[in-house]
């Protein structure tokens, strides 16, 4: 009797333990977003953990959707990756992305395994606009496959645009901002797209907003031995 009433009390409190840890995982991660001076507001979807629309730009970037008329709602995670990462694209005269995809209550193609983007943890990035918009890096017609071999992440790209997309993949691969970075080189679905795709909040380590991002910086900086 006292077995099983013990059994039912660690059952009972099992549920209670993971809502209280879940609970504290929202509050940290928006404070987090506050650090680095997110404006956003919470934004309550189907399998979102911490949802929030973002409600100016992350990091210094603007994010635009694709049609120009979808708002930015994300995780709260992904939503700290990409304002961590904008001191990358910022380094480069990026100030806007313009995006799709992000939360979207979708399967992985060809599987019935839900996406990321359904739970507002991934977002697949198109353009890169620099120079007060005089000019724009489109994955789709900028990026140069095949480069980055031989402990070069950079390689020998061909075009000023070319090295801008393949350093910005360079830099944001390496961040450990992002659980996975998928581009063109990965297969035929991300030919016109970088998917950026981000741990959420309770699986990270890296929630410090002000940790120096040295992994990234150091990504461009590697070239082949033979050299």
């Known amino acids: 009797m006292r077995r099983a009433l013990a059994i039912c ?3 009972a409190a099992a549920p209670a333990a993971r809502a209280e840890s879940d ?3 929202g509050p940290s991660c928006l404070r987090a977003l506050d650090a680095l001076g997110v404006q956003y507001r919470k934004a309550k979807r189907r399998g979102i953990d911490v949802g929030v629309e973002v409600r100016g730009p992350l990091g210094g970037i603007e994010y635009h959707s694709y049609d120009g008329k979808q708002p930015l709602v ?4 992904l939503a700290f990756s990409l304002a961590r990462a904008g001191e990358l694209l910022r380094a480069h ?3 806007r992305v313009t995006f799709s995809s992000a939360y979207q209550r979708r399967n992985i193609r060809g599987t019935s395994r839900p996406s990321r983007h359904s739970y507002g943890l991934a977002i697949d990035v198109h353009t890169f606009t ?8 489109a994955v789709k017609l900028d990026y ?3 480069l980055g071999e031989d402990g070069n992440c950079m390689g020998e790209p061909l075009t000023e645009l070319g090295a801008l997309l393949r350093a910005v993949d360079c830099q944001v691969t390496h961040s450990g901002l992002f659980r996975i970075v998928l581009t063109p080189d990965y ?3 991300h030919y016109n797209h ?3 795709e981000a741990l959420p909040w309770r699986e990270r380590s890296d929630r410090d907003p002000s940790a120096h991002l040295d992994a990234a910086w150091s990504a461009l900086d590697r070239i082949p031995a033979s050299r």
């Not at 620099?130 to 890096?137: C, I």
């Open 130 to 137: 620099f120079d007060g918009g005089e000019r724009v890096a």
């Open 194 to 196: 970088f998917h950026l």
């Open 9 to 11: 009390l660690v059952v």
């Open 93 to 95: 005269g990026v100030e």
């Open 74 to 77: 994300i995780d709260c995670s």
């Open 23 to 25: 609970a504290a995982s």
């Open 187 to 189: 297969d035929g679905d």
């Open 144 to 146: 140069e496959q095949g």
